[in-house]
Antibody
């Protein structure tokens, strides 16, 4: 059974940093790309970033490019999102998602990030 | 900048059929965008319904179907049920690793 468990969310001040983690199990981790998708309160879903199975390729939405960094550790079956220079508009539930091709086939439960002073 | 468009809201009667669409502000949607569809009820994790235009995800009932209609991707729900009342999101693959969500459609069953 595929399981994705996010952690690391919390309250952070504007301009601050936070690192999210996603622990994956139930599939051959290094064979699949992984993504982060976020949802601001009362808003729709927004794709944020993606990393290839090998970790060699990374992709970012324009809204986070230069501030967020996605990475993965295949020895731990984990994906990370380092978030720097956080803004109020980054407040959202962040979901970790497994890519099945170019779509998202499994989702975690999400972790809430609140950027506020 | 190209935006993925969806109807903000739609309603359907129980037992009825509804088609939700997913378009582009510039250009047409095709199978090369690998349209996928997700269902989300408030407070819940998204659920994958359809991928690669018309392939149902495991466990999704066959009353959910995907297609290309004209210049848009489409999600059709046949025989709508009360628990189909949810938000529905489409995603289009824009190439080079990038995906874009539509704004979502809030479906009411009444």
């Amino acid at each position: 059974e595929v399981q994705l468990l996010e952690s690391g969310g919390g309250l952070v001040q504007p301009g601050g940093s936070l690192r999210l983690s996603c622990a994956a199990s139930g599939f051959t981790f290094r064979s699949y790309a992984m993504s982060w998708v976020r949802q601001a309160p009362g808003k729709g879903l927004e794709w944020v970033s993606k990393i290839s199975g090998s970790g060699d390729s990374t992709y970012y939405a324009d809204s986070v490019k230069g501030r967020f960094t996605i990475s993965r550790d295949s020895s731990k079956n984990k994906v990370y999102m380092q978030m720097n220079s956080l803004r109020a508009e980054d407040t959202a539930v962040y979901y970790c998602a497994k890519n099945g091709g170019v779509y998202f086939d499994y989702w975690g439960q999400g972790t809430l990030v609140t950027v506020s002073s | 900048q190209t935006v993925v468009t969806q109807e903000p809201s739609f309603s359907v009667s129980p037992g009825g059929t509804v088609t939700l669409t997913c378009g582009l502000t510039s250009g047409s949607v095709s199978t090369t965008h690998y349209p996928s569809w997700y269902q989300q009820t408030p407070g819940q994790t998204p659920r994958t319904l359809i991928y690669d235009t018309n392939t149902r995800s495991s466990g999704v009932p066959d009353r959910f179907s995907g297609s290309i209609l004209g210049n848009k991707a489409a999600l059709t729900i046949t025989g709508a049920q009360a628990d189909d009342e949810s938000d529905y999101y489409c995603v289009l693959y824009m190439g080079s690793g990038f995906s874009v969500f539509g704004g979502g459609t809030k479906l009411t069953v009444l």
